[in-house]
């Protein structure tokens, strides 16, 4: 990682995919974090005092939302270890395993699959009527409107500038986790300094942006038109993608109609196509604009990208599942870093000085760079 100086403090960026359940992964990996954060700077350090724009879709936007709630009196603000118990606590309630679906003919007609109670009561106790604007730091999480058929950006800075985006927390994380078909979307109204209504119809932010590390890197100041990647540091972690492995060849799928493009051999070939997709354009994107700065190594990307099985279901709550989730999480801390090669856009282990890199190792080296950064940050 490059070293800031004081005169030339880097801005720093969390991201957090989308991806159910399978949120414990990163849950783990964000527990980790905080974990060399204490021990650099003692036991009250929390992941929001060290990054400028935490950004998150869908689960990751409730992971970003209970990471930056403000501190009730006397307390401290949640530690990143509540991220699993928010899952392990809630996750049964959200999805109950006697309701999941395990073909297309459980799947209701006219209604989601989930009422979508336990997730706003979830919302509801953690994030405790808070707004936007009243965020530990600049969160930004991507939602999509139904009736407007586009994409609506909360964050913190806006917020704090037009009233009528500035929304309970609650609401904006209840709707980007509102994955169609399977939870029912959110309807709720704001006002601006004229009493006028604003009206919002919301689904699940992964409509827009799975990944939302670009739309993180949007939030941040600008010196003149363009962004200076040499002055970041982003860290973008996924909540898994299946294994690679030979799919669906054409012969195939010219034999589908929507039933097969939506559900075969117990997966969806079409949202696995466009999430996989999503997820590998924007790490190659972003991957490309910080090497032509060279700053390649500002940016670190820690994705699982060989989930099979029970852990590719995003509402499979059950305990062996969310046990094996969590264990998922700590074996990719020992995995070799892998960084996208942007000749073959295939994932590469990355070595330095002839040995292998792991994301545990990464991730120390990123906690130190976050450390120092946060001290001048706050220096007189």
């Not at 395990?102 to 109670?117: A, K, M, Q």
């Not at 078909?181 to 959110?186: D, E, K």
């Not at 990647?229 to 299946?242: I, N, Q, R, T």
Request: with cysteine.
């Amino acid at each position: 990682m490059a070293t800031p100086s004081a005169a030339n403090r880097m801005v720093t960026v969390l991201s957090v995919d989308g991806g159910g359940m399978r949120g414990l992964i990163p849950g783990t990996i964000l527990a980790f974090l905080e974990q060399q954060l204490q021990e650099l700077d003692g036991p009250d350090a929390r992941i929001a005092d060290y990054f400028d724009v935490v950004a998150g879709t869908s689960t990751g936007g409730l992971i970003s939302a209970v990471l930056n709630v403000p501190a009730a009196d006397g307390d401290q603000p949640y530690p990143a270890r509540e991220i699993n118990t928010f899952y392990y606590n809630y996750g049964p309630l959200i999805f109950p395993p006697d309701q999941r679906p395990t073909s297309i003919e459980d799947f209701p007609l006219n209604r989601p699959v989930y009422d979508g109670v336990a997730l706003r009561e979830a919302a509801n106790t953690y994030l405790q009527g808070i707004t936007m604007s009243q965020t530990l730091t600049n969160v930004v999480i991507p939602t999509f409107d139904m009736k407007l058929l586009q994409p609506v950006i909360f964050s913190t800075n806006d917020a704090k500038s037009d009233v009528s985006s500035n929304a309970l927390l609650a609401d904006v994380s209840v709707s980007t986790a509102s994955a169609p078909i399977y939870l029912p979307a959110q309807k709720f109204t704001t006002q601006d300094t004229g009493n006028r209504l604003r009206e919002f119809n919301l689904v699940d932010g992964g409509v827009a942006a799975v990944n939302p590390t670009l739309v993180a890197m949007d939030s941040v100041p600008k010196q003149g038109e363009a962004l200076d990647y040499s002055k970041l540091l982003v860290l973008s972690l996924g909540c898994g993608e299946a294994k690679f492995e030979p799919k669906y060849d054409a012969d195939l799928v010219n034999k589908w109609g929507l039933i097969n493009w939506m559900f075969y051999q117990n997966g969806s070939p079409l949202l696995q196509s466009l999430t996989t997709a999503s997820f590998d354009m924007v790490d190659f994107h972003i991957a490309a604009r910080f090497k032509s700065f060279g700053s390649d190594k500002n940016y670190l990307r820690i994705q699982e990208t060989n989930l099979t099985g029970d852990a590719l279901h995003f509402d499979l709550a059950t305990k062996e599942n969310m046990d094996n989730l969590v264990q998922i999480g700590q074996n990719l801390l020992n995995k070799p870093l892998s960084r996208v090669n942007l000749e073959t856009r295939r994932f590469e282990k990355v070595e330095e000085e002839g040995l292998i890199v792991t994301n545990r190792d990464a991730l120390v080296q990123f906690a130190r760079m976050l450390s120092l950064n946060r001290k001048l940050r706050v220096a007189p």
